[in-house]
């Protein structure tokens, strides 16, 4: 059951992605960036862990880094060097553009 709730979230991401050209690349909406630099103040951001299919492994497959944890863990970082990481500060590439 697990798998397929993998592969079709991942058939899913694909298929949004396709519907971008080369050019539009697609962007974190602005109050979506607010949020993942309050989580990063807040609290201590992570990935996303991709679970094995089998349920009997207990270690993650891997983990997911969304433009949303990326932001988040860039504001962590800045707010542990005593930083605050505005809006306008945030790189493109977090983004995802």
Known sequence: ??????????VGIAANLAAFGPGDQPR??????????????????HPYPLAYPDERVQRPLGYVY??????????????????KLNLDEVPTHLLGG
């Open 66 to 83: 969304t433009p949303f944890v990326r932001i988040a863990l860039a504001a962590h970082a800045a707010a542990t060097a005593g930083r």
């Open 1 to 10: 059951m697990r798998f397929h709730i993998v592969w079709l979230a991942s």
């Open 28 to 45: 974190v909406p602005q109050q979506d960036v607010l949020e993942a630099i309050r989580w990063g103040v807040e609290d201590r951001p």
